[in-house]
C-alpha cells in the first residue's frame, strides 16, 4: 500500500541536533510506549532502504542521535507499503560555516498512527499523545491530524493526492522539506495547532486567542515555556467539500493566523503554481 490516511504529530524546532538530542529520544520513548505491542523494528539507512533492527542498526541509530552537525533517523513498524507507525526526525546544524541559510532552517520530528489507532483508542487518547510528545520539545509551532501518509514523490500517488486533497480539506500533505524555508511562520491549519515563540506572542497570547476564536469545540490551552495548543472540535475531520459549512472552525483560525501562514509560493515556486495556490489557501479564499 503505497497511500494510505493516518494520524501526523510534527513539531518544528528553531535549535540544531546537538541541543535537542535528549529531547528527541525522550520523545521517541514515550512514542514507543504509547503505540505498544506495536514497535518500531526498521530502520531506514543513507540509501533510503529499510533493515530489521540488529546490532548493526542499533549501532547505526547510535551514530545519528550522536552526530555532532546532522541527523536523520527513520523508523517504521512494518516495510510493507507504508508504516502504519513511523518516527521521523531530522535534525539540523544551524551553525554550519558552508550554508549561508543554516540559520534559518528548522529540525524536524514526526509522528505517525494508523487511522485505526484513532478509531479504537479514540481522539481524547491522541491528543492527551500529543500534548506528551511536545511536553519536551522547545518547539516553534507543530501540529497534528488527519494527513496523507504514502510515497507522495511517486508519479501516480502524487496525482492522487492532488485530485483528493481538495475534496478534503482537512487532511494534511506532509512536506518534509517545508522546514528549510519555514522560519518562524505556521505550515497551515491542522486539528491541533501548536503555537511557540515569537508567533505566540505577537498574536498577544493566550487570551487574546480566546477573545478572536469563537467557534464551538476550539479550545486555546497554555503550555510552558510561552507556548500554547489550539485545538479545534474534540476529535479530527477530514472534511468534505460537498458538504457546507466546510470546517468553519478551521477558517477562522486561518483568518487569525493569516500573517504568520507559511505559503510554498513564497520560497519555491511549483510546478502548477495555481493548484498549489488553491490548496494553501482553501481555508482562507
Known amino acids: 500500500m503505497l497511500l494510505q490516511d493516518g494520524v501526523s504529530i510534527a513539531f518544528y524546532l528553531g535549535h540544531s541536533h546537538h541541543d535537542i538530542t535528549q529531547h528527541i529520544e525522550h520523545t521517541l520513548h514515550v512514542f514507543q510506549h504509547a503505540i505498544a505491542p506495536a514497535s518500531l523494528d526498521w530502520y531506514c539507512d543513507y540509501e533510503g532502504d529499510f533493515h530489521k533492527i540488529n546490532s548493526a542498526g542499533r549501532a547505526f541509530l547510535e551514530q545519528e542521535f550522536h552526530s555532532s552537525q546532522f541527523a536523520h533517523v527513520h523508523l517504521a513498524d ?6 502504519d507507525y513511523q518516527f521521523i526526525y531530522d535534525g539540523q546544524w544551524r551553525e554550519n560555516p558552508d550554508s549561508p541559510d543554516a540559520s ?3 529540525s524536524t ?3 505517525w498512527l494508523p487511522t485505526e489507532f484513532l478509531e479504537s483508542q479514540g481522539p481524547v487518547l491522541v491528543r492527551e499523545l500529543a500534548l506528551k510528545l511536545s511536553a519536551d520539545l522547545p518547539f516553534t509551532s507543530g501540529h497534528a491530524g488527519l494527513a496523507f501518509n504514502g510515497q507522495l514523490s511517486l508519479q501516480g500517488v502524487d496525482e492522487r493526492v492532488h485530485r483528493e486533497r481538495l475534496r478534503h ?6 512536506d518534509e522539506s517545508a522546514s528549510l524555508h519555514l522560519g518562524n511562520r505556521i505550515r497551515g491549519v491542522h486539528w491541533m495547532n501548536f503555537l511557540g515563540p515569537p508567533v505566540l506572542a505577537e498574536l498577544g497570547g493566550v487570551a487574546a486567542l480566546r477573545e478572536r476564536l469563537k467557534s464551538p469545540g476550539t479550545t486555546v490551552q497554555p503550555l510552558s515555556e510561552g507556548r500554547a495548543v489550539i485545538t479545534l472540535g474534540p476529535e479530527p475531520d477530514a472534511g468534505e467539500t460537498a458538504r457546507s459549512p466546510v470546517l468553519s472552525a478551521y477558517r477562522e483560525l486561518a483568518r487569525v493566523l493569516e500573517p504568520w501562514m507559511y505559503f510554498q509560493g513564497d520560497s519555491r515556486p511549483s510546478m502548477d503554481a495555481e493548484a498549489q495556490r488553491r490548496w494553501e489557501r482553501r481555508f482562507l479564499d
Open 109 to 111: 520530528v514526526t509522528f
Open 169 to 174: 480539506p482537512g487532511m494534511d500533505v506532509p
Open 78 to 83: 512494518h516495510v510493507n507499503g507504508v508504516g
Open 104 to 106: 534559518r532552517v528548522l
